[in-house]
C-alpha cells in the first residue's frame, strides 16, 4: 500500500508565506516525477509545479517567481514554498507522485487528500 500524506496548509494574510510537504510512505520502489496542483472552488484542477527526480523543475505562470517546488529524495518527500501570497491562491493543493511499487514494479500516478490554502485578510 502507497500513500502521500500533505500538510502545511492553513490561513494566511496576503503577501505572507506557507510551506506545503507531501511525505510518501509504504512500499515504494522509486519515485519519478512529484508535482503540486490546485484546485480552487468551481475551476478546473491545475498544474501549480512540477519536479523531476533529478531536480528539473517547472511552474505555472501565475506562480512563478512565488513559489519553489523542491524535493528529498531519501525521504520521499516534495515541498512547495509558498512566498507573496494571493487571495487568487486560495485552492485545494493536493500532492502528486508517480511510483513505482516494490514486489509489483507497477508505476503509476498517486494522490494525496489535498489540504486547505486559505489567502485571506
Do not use: H
Not at 492553513?10 to 515504494?28: D, F, T, Y
Not at 472552488?41 to 533529478?54: D, N
Request: with cysteine; glycine share 10%; proline share 2%.
Amino acid at each position: 500500500q502507497v500513500q502521500l500524506v500533505e500538510s502545511g496548509g492553513g490561513l494566511v494574510q496576503p503577501g505572507g508565506s506557507l510551506r506545503l510537504s507531501c511525505a510518501g510512505s509504504g512500499s515504494i520502489l522509486s519515485i519519478n516525477d512529484m508535482a503540486w496542483y490546485r484546485q480552487a472552488p468551481g475551476k478546473q484542477r491545475e498544474l501549480v509545479a512540477a519536479i523531476t527526480r533529478g531536480g528539473d523543475t517547472n511552474y505555472a505562470d501565475s506562480v512563478k517567481g512565488r513559489f519553489t517546488i523542491s524535493r528529498d529524495n531519501t525521504e520521499n518527500t516534495v515541498y512547495l514554498q509558498m512566498n507573496s501570497l494571493k487571495p487568487e491562491d486560495t485552492a485545494v493543493y493536493y500532492c502528486n507522485a508517480e511510483i513505482t511499487r516494490r514486489f509489483f514494479f507497477d508505476r503509476r500516478d498517486y494522490w494525496g487528500q489535498g489540504t486547505q490554502v486559505t489567502v485571506s485578510s
